[in-house]
């Protein structure tokens, strides 16, 4: 009861393992600004093994820049120096606007207008001006530029840009914590179910493509856990004829599925019961071999081996 039921609320849950973990940092414009108040799987995991920020990953879609506030919390035992890095589009955007106008290149009119495209991007970030990121990171960048250009016609969009940006990660950053943030079903808010069942058929290619790679790869191949969790269920809308919604905090939009795979999880084991959504922390982290000292709910023992 007086849970949101949204997917910064969700994700926040699922990345804290407690309820409530935010604050609106900005209410009353379009969409919130949620700042996680208690530390996410990043900031336990960075803490505990000490583990570089570059090889603790949050793929963020660039419509939703929102999301990236989750890359760290407030609270004084955490917070941004155990932050995650973030791979984003928007990210790759602010570090090639960079590097051009570091290079001096280019006629007054060009330079001018990079200047202002940059500035129009800073203004957008979550957190004040988002600052320079790992020197791992920037040199993924360049080889993103030298792939795909920096005029984000050519480069996979929407959540096939998310799948590539994440393989790209695992062979040159080499992760030991990622999260995708999938986004591309949310577009069924405007009102056409297909949006729904494409965007999940995308997120399913996805999902295949970095199982995948990760099989493929002799340093993650079985050392490698997965949980797949949407972030909120669906309802319909009761005042209109829009399927898939997730607004009007239904029990169907509380309820969601976890899937766990790989070592140490129990194969083919259905645990078919009624479940916190803050229970996916404690037990990521159990599985890892780290604590969420300030989860509310304990692992859930009942899927390991």
């Not at 002799?218 to 607004?247: K, W």
């Not at 009007?248 to 070592?263: C, D, K, V, Y």
């Not at 140490?264 to 000292?293: C, E, H, N, W, Y």
Request: proline residues 5%; aromatic residues 10%; negative net charge.
């Amino acid at each position: 009861d007086g849970v949101d039921t949204s997917h910064a609320e969700g994700t926040l849950n699922i990345l804290t393992g407690r309820y409530r973990a935010y604050r609106d940092l900005a209410e009353g414009v379009e969409f919130d600004r949620l700042e996680p108040t208690e530390p996410t799987l990043f900031e336990y995991f960075r803490r505990a093994f000490d583990i570089p920020a570059h090889q603790a990953l949050l793929v963020n879609g660039e419509d939703r820049l929102q999301e990236e506030f989750l890359a760290y919390g407030i609270h004084p035992s955490h917070g941004i120096a155990f932050r995650s890095e973030v791979l984003s589009l928007y990210r790759f955007k602010l570090w090639s606007l960079r590097e051009t106008l570091a290079g001096g290149a280019g006629t007054d009119e060009q330079i001018a207008a990079d200047r202002k495209a940059l500035a129009e991007l800073e203004a957008k970030g979550m957190r004040g001006v988002p600052p320079r990121q790992a020197p791992e990171i920037e040199a993924m960048w360049a080889d993103w530029r030298a792939q795909w250009g920096g005029s984000g016609l050519k480069n996979p969009r929407g959540d096939g840009a998310l799948t590539e940006l994440a393989l790209w990660a695992l062979r040159q950053l080499r992760p030991r914590l990622m999260m995708i943030n999938y986004q591309d079903p949310d577009y069924v808010h405007w009102g056409n179910a297909t949006h729904y069942t494409r965007a999940i058929a995308e997120i399913d290619r996805g999902i295949q493509r970095v199982v995948e790679a990760v099989e493929a790869d002799e340093a993650y191949a079985g050392n490698t856990l997965l949980c797949i969790v949407p972030d909120c269920g669906r309802d319909a809308n009761p005042l209109m004829s829009v399927p898939f919604q997730h607004h009007f905090n239904s029990r169907s939009a509380h309820e969601i599925f976890a899937l766990f795979l790989g070592p140490g999880i129990a194969r083919g084991r259905v645990l078919d019961k009624a479940i916190d959504q803050v229970s996916l922390a404690p037990t990521i982290a159990a599985a890892m071999g780290f604590r969420t000292g300030r989860a509310e709910t304990g692992a859930l023992s009942e899927i390991f081996a």
